[in-house]
């Protein structure tokens, strides 16, 4: 790796990384980078280390050897940097994750007015604006339970984005939703897409990384298999292992 | 096969039994045979306990005297013109007669502060609690010991009653519920030393009997400080109380962080935020309302074992009522009836109370709050 000014473009590298759960190795060698604006679909079978793999990268999970560089921020132990990666990587969970004893809107100003330190009239604002583009505005006073699955998750997008983040971490975000409402769920995701946003999606919605994607990865045993842009990966995977899980995947 | 429904089905009642007064017997109190011979057999109970009581306490009892002969008529039931006659006793105890309207002062004003508190969303609400945790016990201290602002000294000593009850309670109250938020924190911290350190405290006091913490800070506390110093029994009792107490309610709160998943902190840290800051705005909110049941549980026992400072020699509500039996102007054979069941209801009408408004507190908090 050298000091070019590529560098400033990478939006993620990670060089080398592995990572154990005790005994058991869940990340293998990673080597993966990722430029500004770029967006990557993650998948394989479950217990394949995606999940364990974007974690990483906002250091909800620690890894134990290589590097991984965020915005140009190496993350270990300096918990101070490690806050100030997270203020710039937003993240959306397979169980939404939001903050049940707080309204909608307050679950998406909490931390612009506490980590960004914004003017609580500003903070709002931004808030009402990101709702306003989930189509969630008109709920903004009601509290998460009283939400419909996909509705929490359409909050718990905007409530990544009102933090103004540079990268977007996905992981499943769609895998606890009934059918209907996946959809309402991947027009937000794709509309993200479109403004430019970094984004890294761990999803088994093939369709949505088709549409989406700049390069699909796919894992299995902790490793990347393999890598590819997305109309090569569908019609033509080459390793057996991938052949094996897109034509389970696909077949119904 | 096929089959297309033509038109929805319309809703209709329910079948009679099942709803209403009938219902409800039907399915409270004779829902089965076992049940239904449970239900008489209370009946029963409840008829040979509830009238004699009545007749004691209501229509045989002596209201009015001002000595032993009045109550030592034949048949006679509770003998309340005792506790009328020591009332003002069972309150303040020896408080300087002349300085009592300090203590109604201040129960007045906490009781005015609590009331408007409960009310709940009013105009203010903020500053009234920045009142009643942080100016009144200033207020109150002030007030009930003196010495100062041209207020006469009341010893400690002189302290008892009711007022001795509540100072007790509610220092200890106040004061070992943020304690005990920091030692379950503590217990759960990822610092080995923190949490060695809160569990061998948390530890060390669960496994020690009220009383015995009570002896030490009164009996041999006084052996080990240097000779000449000489520091409130009140204070030392309120110290070991709330240190005591603050151990039990860091169990409680430390079953409220159990209950929070996972998520919440992935969720909170991923925002950015930091330790202080999740448990502060995301965590204990959450864990605290959970556990307002077992909270309200440890204030109830909490406020009862405060009679335990009679055996240091502390004289609380209990104590008063008891100290008054060994009057011989009253010596009477109801006597002692009488004051336990009117400290019982006292202290029954405080603990009920605590227990309704930890209810109602639960039942506002929880408005769509509930997780899906």
Redesign the interface.
């Given at each position: 790796m050298s000091d070019t000014p590529s560098e400033n473009l990478m939006a993620i590298e990670m060089t080398g990384v592995n990572k154990w759960f005790g005994a058991f190795q869940v990340l293998k060698q990673i080597d993966l980078s990722v430029k500004r604006g770029e967006r990557i679909v993650i998948c394989g079978p479950s217990g394949s280390g995606k999940s364990t793999l974007i974690r990483c990268i906002n250091r909800l999970e620690e890894h134990q050897q290589g590097r991984i560089i965020v915005n140009g921020i190496e993350l270990n132990h300096d918990l101070k940097r490690i806050d100030e990666v997270r203020a710039e990587v937003g993240m959306v969970f397979q169980s939404f994750n939001l903050f049940p004893h707080l309204t909608i809107l307050e679950n998406c100003t909490l931390a612009p007015i506490w980590v960004r330190k914004l003017p609580r009239a500003q903070a709002h604002d931004v808030a009402m604006n990101y709702l306003e583009r989930v189509q969630i505005a008109d709920q903004a006073h009601k509290f998460p339970g009283q939400l419909s699955g996909g509705q929490q998750q359409r909050v718990a997008i905007a409530r990544a984005l009102c933090m103004s983040p540079e990268i977007m971490l996905f992981d499943e975000p769609t895998s606890s939703l009934d059918p209907e409402m996946i959809k309402e769920v991947l027009d937000v995701m794709i509309g993200l897409a479109g403004d430019g946003m970094t984004m890294l999606c761990v999803t088994h919605e093939m369709g949505f990384a088709r549409t989406v994607a700049d390069r699909v990865i796919f894992m299995d045993a902790g490793q990347i298999v393999e890598e590819n842009a997305p109309e090569e990966f569908f019609n033509h995977p080459q390793h057996p292992r991938t052949r094996e899980f897109l034509s389970q995947i696909l077949s119904h | 096969m096929s089959f297309v429904r033509k038109s929805y089905l319309p809703e209709t009642s329910p079948p009679l039994l099942s709803v209403g007064v009938l219902g409800w017997l039907k399915a409270n109190l004779f829902s089965s045979v076992g049940n239904t011979l449970l239900s008489l057999l209370g009946l029963y109970m409840l008829w040979v306990i509830v009238p004699p009581l009545i007749e004691w306490a209501l229509l045989d009892a002596v209201w009015q005297g001002s000595g032993r002969e009045a109550c030592l008529v034949e048949n006679a039931g509770a003998c309340w013109a005792f506790v009328a006659a020591k009332f003002g006793q069972f309150m303040y105890g020896r408080y300087t007669f002349e300085e009592r309207w300090r203590v109604d002062l201040v129960f007045l004003v906490g009781a005015l502060t609590v009331g408007l508190l409960m009310i709940g969303r009013m105009p203010g609400r903020r500053y009234l609690a920045v009142f009643g945790l942080v100016i009144y016990p200033v207020l109150a201290y002030f007030m009930l010991t003196g010495g100062a602002f041209g207020l006469v000294e009341v010893e400690t000593s002189l302290w008892g009653g009711l007022l001795l009850t509540f100072v007790v309670a509610s220092v200890g109250i106040v004061v070992s519920l943020p304690l005990g938020v920091f030692l379950a924190l503590g217990r759960r911290s990822k610092m080995p030393v923190m949490r060695t350190l809160s569990v061998i405290y948390i530890e060390a006091w669960r496994g020690v009997p009220l009383i015995t913490v009570l002896f030490m800070a009164s009996v041999m506390l006084p052996l080990f400080l240097p000779p000449g110093t000489n520091f409130d029994k009140l204070l030392r009792v309120l110290i070991g109380v709330t240190l005591f107490s603050s151990a039990y309610m860091a169990e409680v709160v430390r079953g409220g962080l159990q209950a929070i998943?996972r998520?919440?902190y992935?969720?909170?840290?991923?925002?950015?935020?930091?330790y202080w800051?999740t448990n502060l705005?995301?965590i204990m909110?959450?864990a605290l309302?959970l556990v307002i049941p077992g909270i309200v549980n440890t204030f109830i026992g909490l406020f009862k074992d405060t009679t335990l400072v009679m055996i240091v020699g502390l004289f609380d509500f209990l104590g008063s009522v008891q100290v008054n039996f060994s009057d011989a102007n009253w010596a009477t054979p109801q006597t002692a009836a009488s004051g336990y069941a009117f400290a019982a209801l006292v202290f029954w009408i405080i603990c009920f109370g605590m227990s309704r408004y930890s209810m109602r507190l639960e039942s506002r908090l929880n408005e769509?709050?509930?997780?899906?």
């Amino acid at each position: 790796m050298s000091d070019t000014p590529s560098e400033n473009l990478m939006a993620i590298e990670m060089t080398g990384v592995n990572k154990w759960f005790g005994a058991f190795q869940v990340l293998k060698q990673i080597d993966l980078s990722v430029k500004r604006g770029e967006r990557i679909v993650i998948c394989g079978p479950s217990g394949s280390g995606k999940s364990t793999l974007i974690r990483c990268i906002n250091r909800l999970e620690e890894h134990q050897q290589g590097r991984i560089i965020v915005n140009g921020i190496e993350l270990n132990h300096d918990l101070k940097r490690i806050d100030e990666v997270r203020a710039e990587v937003g993240m959306v969970f397979q169980s939404f994750n939001l903050f049940p004893h707080l309204t909608i809107l307050e679950n998406c100003t909490l931390a612009p007015i506490w980590v960004r330190k914004l003017p609580r009239a500003q903070a709002h604002d931004v808030a009402m604006n990101y709702l306003e583009r989930v189509q969630i505005a008109d709920q903004a006073h009601k509290f998460p339970g009283q939400l419909s699955g996909g509705q929490q998750q359409r909050v718990a997008i905007a409530r990544a984005l009102c933090m103004s983040p540079e990268i977007m971490l996905f992981d499943e975000p769609t895998s606890s939703l009934d059918p209907e409402m996946i959809k309402e769920v991947l027009d937000v995701m794709i509309g993200l897409a479109g403004d430019g946003m970094t984004m890294l999606c761990v999803t088994h919605e093939m369709g949505f990384a088709r549409t989406v994607a700049d390069r699909v990865i796919f894992m299995d045993a902790g490793q990347i298999v393999e890598e590819n842009a997305p109309e090569e990966f569908f019609n033509h995977p080459q390793h057996p292992r991938t052949r094996e899980f897109l034509s389970q995947i696909l077949s119904h | 096969m096929s089959f297309v429904r033509k038109s929805y089905l319309p809703e209709t009642s329910p079948p009679l039994l099942s709803v209403g007064v009938l219902g409800w017997l039907k399915a409270n109190l004779f829902s089965s045979v076992g049940n239904t011979l449970l239900s008489l057999l209370g009946l029963y109970m409840l008829w040979v306990i509830v009238p004699p009581l009545i007749e004691w306490a209501l229509l045989d009892a002596v209201w009015q005297g001002s000595g032993r002969e009045a109550c030592l008529v034949e048949n006679a039931g509770a003998c309340w013109a005792f506790v009328a006659a020591k009332f003002g006793q069972f309150m303040y105890g020896r408080y300087t007669f002349e300085e009592r309207w300090r203590v109604d002062l201040v129960f007045l004003v906490g009781a005015l502060t609590v009331g408007l508190l409960m009310i709940g969303r009013m105009p203010g609400r903020r500053y009234l609690a920045v009142f009643g945790l942080v100016i009144y016990p200033v207020l109150a201290y002030f007030m009930l010991t003196g010495g100062a602002f041209g207020l006469v000294e009341v010893e400690t000593s002189l302290w008892g009653g009711l007022l001795l009850t509540f100072v007790v309670a509610s220092v200890g109250i106040v004061v070992s519920l943020p304690l005990g938020v920091f030692l379950a924190l503590g217990r759960r911290s990822k610092m080995p030393v923190m949490r060695t350190l809160s569990v061998i405290y948390i530890e060390a006091w669960r496994g020690v009997p009220l009383i015995t913490v009570l002896f030490m800070a009164s009996v041999m506390l006084p052996l080990f400080l240097p000779p000449g110093t000489n520091f409130d029994k009140l204070l030392r009792v309120l110290i070991g109380v709330t240190l005591f107490s603050s151990a039990y309610m860091a169990e409680v709160v430390r079953g409220g962080l159990q209950a929070i998943p996972r998520g919440q902190y992935e969720a909170a840290s991923a925002l950015g935020l930091g330790y202080w800051r999740t448990n502060l705005l995301i965590i204990m909110p959450q864990a605290l309302r959970l556990v307002i049941p077992g909270i309200v549980n440890t204030f109830i026992g909490l406020f009862k074992d405060t009679t335990l400072v009679m055996i240091v020699g502390l004289f609380d509500f209990l104590g008063s009522v008891q100290v008054n039996f060994s009057d011989a102007n009253w010596a009477t054979p109801q006597t002692a009836a009488s004051g336990y069941a009117f400290a019982a209801l006292v202290f029954w009408i405080i603990c009920f109370g605590m227990s309704r408004y930890s209810m109602r507190l639960e039942s506002r908090l929880n408005e769509g709050t509930r997780r899906a």
